[in-house]
């Protein structure tokens, strides 16, 4: 099934440790994001990539890193998580590199920092 | 700078209509989509605007006034699978990024 692919489902990690969430999209789209999204603050995006070998950063990038080596993949890295970044994750991407258009978002990844 | 607001929670009545707002101040407009979120799932869209006025999607249409700042939904013949949150966003700025209000939870009742 076409669509976006995110793992894990669901992490409880101890803080200081390094976690990578990942996300792999088969639709070919230019763009891909990384955007949190917490109880009465919605979703807030982390960073961003309008095509491979280039990302940006968002609203609450302090704490994350992303890199985006081809088109299909966009890992998320948490260096040294921390309680605040409990969260649910959700990776998203759009088909044109200007960002325009829809997002299509995978199913999220939902992450609790002890 | 950017903000995005929409209340928090409405509730209706199966077979009613129901009008969910949205305000905004961003800079730049590029286009505002509202999602439909049930919980613990992923967003998907249901309607786009682009330039002012309505747009009709089955039982969803969507009403933009760029001047005014201002967007709705507008659900029809409302049913229990209807009960979701829904998220106003406008795309905005550089490389047209989606800013997200912070949701507004719909409950429908029998």
């Known amino acids: 099934i076409a669509g976006i692919t995110q793992a894990p489902t669901s992490q409880i990690l101890a803080a200081g440790r390094r976690m990578t969430l990942r996300c792999t999209q088969d639709?070919?789209?230019?763009?891909m994001y990384w955007y949190r999204q917490d109880l009465g603050l919605g979703l807030r995006l982390i960073h961003y990539?309008?095509?491979?070998?280039?990302?940006g950063k968002g609203e609450v990038p302090d704490g994350y890193s992303v890199s985006r080596a081809n088109t299909d993949d966009f890992p998320l890295t948490l260096a040294s998580a921390v309680p605040s970044q409990t969260s649910v994750y959700f990776c998203?991407?759009?088909?044109?590199?200007?960002?325009?258009?829809?997002?299509?978002f995978g199913e999220g990844s939902r992450l609790t920092v002890l | 700078g950017q903000n995005i607001d929409q209340p928090t929670e409405m509730t209706a009545t199966e077979g009613a209509i129901v009008q969910i707002n949205c305000t905004y101040q961003t800079s730049g407009f590029n286009g505002l989509f509202w999602y439909q979120q049930h919980a613990g799932e992923a967003p998907t869209v249901r309607s786009y605007n682009v330039l002012d006025g309505l747009e009709e999607k089955g039982r969803f249409s969507s009403f933009l006034s760029r001047s005014k700042g201002y967007s709705y939904l507008l659900l029809k013949e409302l049913q229990m699978k209807d009960s979701a949150s829904y998220l106003c966003?406008?795309?905005?700025?550089?490389?047209?990024?989606?800013?997200f209000g912070a949701g507004t939870r719909l409950a429908v009742h029998p």
């Open positions: 966003a406008v795309q905005s700025g550089g490389y047209n990024k989606l800013i």
């Open positions: 998203a991407s759009s088909r044109l590199a200007d960002g325009t258009g829809e997002l299509f």
């Open positions: 639709m070919r789209h230019n763009a």
């Open positions: 990539s309008n095509t491979a070998g280039t990302t």
